[in-house]
């Protein structure tokens, strides 16, 4: 099985993560109504027998309820896996400490001494960069973070971030930016190709669009939660996404009838230096995107994909704050 690492860091990873924002999370995601702790440990177990051993959490996820779950989950298993969670650089967040202060307050509730990524969430324009980049390099010194990350970075900051880190010997590792065959952003941004030339991994959330990827959702058809109705489900976004999802559907039949999700997920694996990490919140989601993992579509397939996806590859401004 091939495995993905994660930049320059020692971390060896099963070509899939697991995002754990749902394990927690209850405006969007239903935490706490149709998903509770029982079914998440549930979940966890089915992504551990499958392989899975990345975890991506962050202290925003459910108020820090998302890393409180992981915690649990933790001490519950003997598998060795690796957690990454994320600090929110906040405006009202920018005194020396506070990132030492909200760090200890996340591993006590991951249970852990230790960190091995801890990423930045997003660039906040109020608080200045560099001091964060510091902050960071003072944790890994405190040996309370392995390997340092970002998120929702654009190439310049990732290179500034990469320099500040580097000089202080600390290697950053990845960074986390949506990536999907709905939003090809990184490809065109400059992401990607940073990634790339500094060995950084592009850590790629929201790999199925939020669930636009997997087939669902059709005009007249969204889901329930307003985030996601009045966002990536708008009326318009799913008659576009109509005929990608008939390419993606097409490819699957060739596999023994693969679902337009497990096609997404598996055009992903394909892209280098990069991991994708799907959320879940049930078996089945786990199930089916652990099985785009064992096949491989072949050039010509992912080059019609990527035609019928053609719309989606342009530069990105929209940044979910806090997501
Ligand atoms: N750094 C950031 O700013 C940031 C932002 C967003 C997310 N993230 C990370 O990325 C992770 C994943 O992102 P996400 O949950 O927003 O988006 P996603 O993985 O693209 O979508 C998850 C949704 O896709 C559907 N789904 C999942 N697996 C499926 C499968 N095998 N077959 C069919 N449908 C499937 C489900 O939708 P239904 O519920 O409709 O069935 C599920 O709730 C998060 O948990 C988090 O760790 C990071």
């Not at 906040?124 to 560099?130: I, R």
């Not at 190439?155 to 090809?184: I, T």
């Not at 023994?256 to 999700?261: D, V």
Request: with cysteine; proline share 5%; hydrophobic share 40%.
């Amino acid at each position: 099985m091939r495995k993905i690492r994660i930049g320059a860091s020692d971390m060896e990873v099963f070509p899939l993560g697991i995002g754990a924002m749902a394990w927690g999370e209850s405006k969007v995601w239903g935490y706490g109504a149709d998903l509770g702790y029982a079914e998440v440990r549930e979940l966890f177990a089915a992504s551990i027998a499958g392989g899975v051993n990345f975890f991506d959490t962050a202290e925003v996820y459910g108020n820090g309820r998302s890393e409180q779950n992981v915690g649990r989950l933790l001490a519950e298993t003997a598998a060795p896996v690796y957690v990454a969670t994320k600090y929110a650089p906040l405006p009202w967040r920018w005194t020396k400490g506070t990132v030492s202060t909200a760090l200890d307050r996340s591993l006590k509730r991951l249970g852990q001494e230790s960190v091995d990524l801890y990423q930045l969430h997003f660039p906040f324009p109020f608080v200045p960069l560099k001091a964060q980049w510091h902050a960071l390099a003072d944790q890994v010194a405190r040996g309370k973070v392995r390997y340092v990350g970002v998120s929702n970075y654009n190439a310049d900051q990732m290179r500034r971030a990469y320099e500040v880190l580097d000089k202080r010997g600390v290697k950053l590792v990845s960074n986390q930016v949506e990536y999907s065959l709905v939003h090809r952003s990184p490809e065109v941004d400059g992401v990607l190709e940073a990634c790339r030339e500094l060995n950084v991994t592009l850590i790629a959330y929201s790999p199925l669009g939020r669930g636009l990827l997997s087939g669902k959702y059709k005009p007249g058809q969204k889901p329930t939660d307003v985030f996601r109705a009045n966002g990536p489900f708008k009326e318009a976004h799913l008659r576009k996404v109509q005929p990608l999802l008939e390419t993606l559907e097409q490819v699957g039949k060739a596999y023994g009838g693969k679902t337009p999700a497990q096609v997404a997920l598996n055009w992903l694996l394909r892209q280098p230096n990069v991991l994708a990490i799907p959320g879940a919140k049930n078996l089945r989601h786990i199930q089916t995107s652990l099985d785009a993992v064992s096949w491989e579509m072949t050039a010509e397939e992912a080059a019609q994909i990527e035609a019928a996806s053609s719309g989606y590859r342009q530069v990105e401004f929209y940044r979910p704050l806090g997501s």
